[in-house]
C-alpha cells in the first residue's frame, strides 16, 4: 500500500479563510462599482441646471477713460450681477429665492455680504424662477462700491439661493470654476453637445 504524504486535504479554518477572501472581493467590487455609478451620476445631473452671471455697472465710462478703474480711483461706483439659470435636467425642479453677493455659501459663516435681491419680494413670479424648463434670467442686488475696489468685486461670489434654502455659486468672469466642479462642468458641457448634435441629425 501506497501513501502520499506530499498532499493533505485543507482543513476547515483554510476553507473559512478563502470563502471569506471571495465575500470580501465581492463586496469590495460591487462598492466600488456602486461608487463609480455614483460618481458619475453626480457629475452628469448635479444640480441639474447652470448658473451664469456677468457684472454691469454705472458710474466709470470706460469708452472716456480708455480703460477700466484701478486702485488710484476715487469715487464710487453701483454695480448689479445679472443672472442666468440653464436647466441641464428637466426633472429637476428648483424654485430661485434670491440673488447674493456674499463670501461664502454657508448661512453661518457667510463671511462679508455686499447685497441681496429677494426675487419673491421683488413679485417675480414662481414659474419664472422655476428650473426645469426655459432660460431663467434675473437681476441681482445694486451695489454702492468704491471704483478703486472695482477688481475685487469682479471677484466677489455671486450666488443664487433656492427656496429649501441651498446655495448655488454662479459661474462668472472672476469666479471660474476649478478642480471637482471644472471637470463637471467640462463633462456636462461635452455630454450636452453631444445631445445636440444627435438631435439635430436626426431631426
Same mark, same amino acid.
Given at each position: 500500500m501506497l501513501y502520499?504524504?506530499?498532499q493533505s486535504s485543507p482543513g476547515p479554518l483554510s476553507f473559512w479563510m478563502e470563502t471569506l477572501s471571495i465575500f470580501l472581493g465581492d463586496v469590495f467590487a460591487s462598492i466600488f462599482v456602486g461608487? %463609480?455609478?455614483?460618481?458619475i451620476w453626480w457629475?452628469?445631473?448635479y444640480p441639474g441646471f447652470?448658473?451664469?452671471?456677468?457684472?454691469?455697472f454705472v458710474g466709470w465710462d470706460v469708452n472716456k477713460m480708455g480703460r477700466l478703474p484701478n486702485a488710484t480711483d476715487a469715487g464710487e461706483m453701483e454695480f448689479m450681477p445679472n443672472v442666468a439659470v440653464t %436647466?441641464?435636467?428637466m426633472g429637476v425642479k428648483k424654485i430661485i429665492f434670491a440673488v447674493w453677493v456674499r463670501e461664502r455659501p454657508d448661512p453661518t459663516d457667510p463671511g462679508e455680504i455686499l447685497g441681496k435681491h429677494d426675487l419673491q419680494a421683488a413679485g417675480v413670479p414662481p414659474e419664472a424662477r422655476t428650473t426645469g424648463g426655459d432660460l431663467l434670467k434675473f437681476p441681482g442686488p445694486r451695489i454702492r462700491y468704491p471704483a478703486a475696489k472695482f477688481q475685487r468685486i469682479m471677484n466677489?461670489?455671486?450666488f443664487v439661493q433656492t427656496t429649501d434654502g441651498e446655495f448655488f455659486q454662479a459661474q462668472s468672469p472672476g469666479n471660474q470654476p476649478k478642480g471637482i466642479a471644472r471637470l463637471r462642468f467640462d463633462v456636462q458641457d461635452f455630454v450636452d453637445g453631444a445631445r445636440r448634435r444627435i438631435f439635430s441629425r436626426l431631426g
Amino acid at each position: 500500500m501506497l501513501y502520499d504524504f506530499g498532499q493533505s486535504s485543507p482543513g476547515p479554518l483554510s476553507f473559512w479563510m478563502e470563502t471569506l477572501s471571495i465575500f470580501l472581493g465581492d463586496v469590495f467590487a460591487s462598492i466600488f462599482v456602486g461608487g %463609480s455609478a455614483y460618481v458619475i451620476w453626480w457629475i452628469l445631473k448635479y444640480p441639474g441646471f447652470r448658473v451664469g452671471a456677468n457684472w454691469t455697472f454705472v458710474g466709470w465710462d470706460v469708452n472716456k477713460m480708455g480703460r477700466l478703474p484701478n486702485a488710484t480711483d476715487a469715487g464710487e461706483m453701483e454695480f448689479m450681477p445679472n443672472v442666468a439659470v440653464t %436647466s441641464r435636467d428637466m426633472g429637476v425642479k428648483k424654485i430661485i429665492f434670491a440673488v447674493w453677493v456674499r463670501e461664502r455659501p454657508d448661512p453661518t459663516d457667510p463671511g462679508e455680504i455686499l447685497g441681496k435681491h429677494d426675487l419673491q419680494a421683488a413679485g417675480v413670479p414662481p414659474e419664472a424662477r422655476t428650473t426645469g424648463g426655459d432660460l431663467l434670467k434675473f437681476p441681482g442686488p445694486r451695489i454702492r462700491y468704491p471704483a478703486a475696489k472695482f477688481q475685487r468685486i469682479m471677484n466677489f461670489p455671486i450666488f443664487v439661493q433656492t427656496t429649501d434654502g441651498e446655495f448655488f455659486q454662479a459661474q462668472s468672469p472672476g469666479n471660474q470654476p476649478k478642480g471637482i466642479a471644472r471637470l463637471r462642468f467640462d463633462v456636462q458641457d461635452f455630454v450636452d453637445g453631444a445631445r445636440r448634435r444627435i438631435f439635430s441629425r436626426l431631426g
